[in-house]
């Protein structure tokens, strides 16, 4: 992508785009971690860990079917962009503070389905907002800085976890930080 073409994009295609890359920082940090947490700290079987992702994942999936119709239906896209990101970023201090397995299974349904809520509206945000021959830049752009946060994300999570020596907690509390931001960037 040129950058004379990345200087024509309107500002909201950055804003979301960074709205998805702080998402991604703050999930995937919590993510690539989640399964060694679940076996080693809380005792879960590696087939339940399958069992919980699946059904995350899943239900993800279900989700964003919906909220696309709710979407066009609604014409709320910013509304219904917001409360997904809030959703996963409100499911991050939970992962912290989760005893067991019946709070961490919570967290991760209630980030997955804010994951679906918020996938549909925010696409068509970005083609609402992006001028039609852009389309693709922007689309491009958000998906970049989506990857980006996809890479730094695990990348912050390891290193937090030889700063803390392995304490999964405290760096499932570094997590709810980018999720703060990612929402609060959104809801401005």
Do not use: C
Request: glycine letters at 12%; charged letters at 15%.
């Amino acid at each position: 992508m040129r950058a004379s073409t990345l200087r024509q994009l309107p500002p909201g295609i950055w804003v979301l785009g960074l709205v998805s890359l702080l998402m991604d920082v703050s999930s995937e940090m919590i993510h690539s971690l989640l399964p060694m947490f679940m076996v080693s700290t809380l005792g879960t079987s590696v087939f339940a860990v399958g069992l919980i992702e699946g059904l995350a994942e899943s239900t993800a999936l279900i989700v964003k079917v919906f909220s696309g119709a709710l979407s066009d239906y609604l014409g709320k896209r910013k509304g219904l962009a917001v409360l997904g990101y809030a959703m996963g970023a409100l499911s991050k201090p939970l992962f912290a503070l989760a005893p067991g397995m019946g709070l961490v299974v919570t967290a991760r349904l209630i980030d997955r389905i804010g994951k679906g809520v918020r996938g549909a509206p925010r696409d068509a945000l970005v083609a609402d907002i992006a001028p039609a021959h852009l389309r693709g830049a922007a689309f491009g752009l958000r998906q970049s800085l989506d990857t980006v946060g996809a890479f730094l994300g695990p990348l912050l999570g390891v290193g937090l976890m030889l700063l803390y020596a392995n304490d999964f907690r405290a760096v499932f509390w570094w997590a709810v930080i980018p999720g703060a931001m990612a929402v609060a960037l959104l809801w401005r």
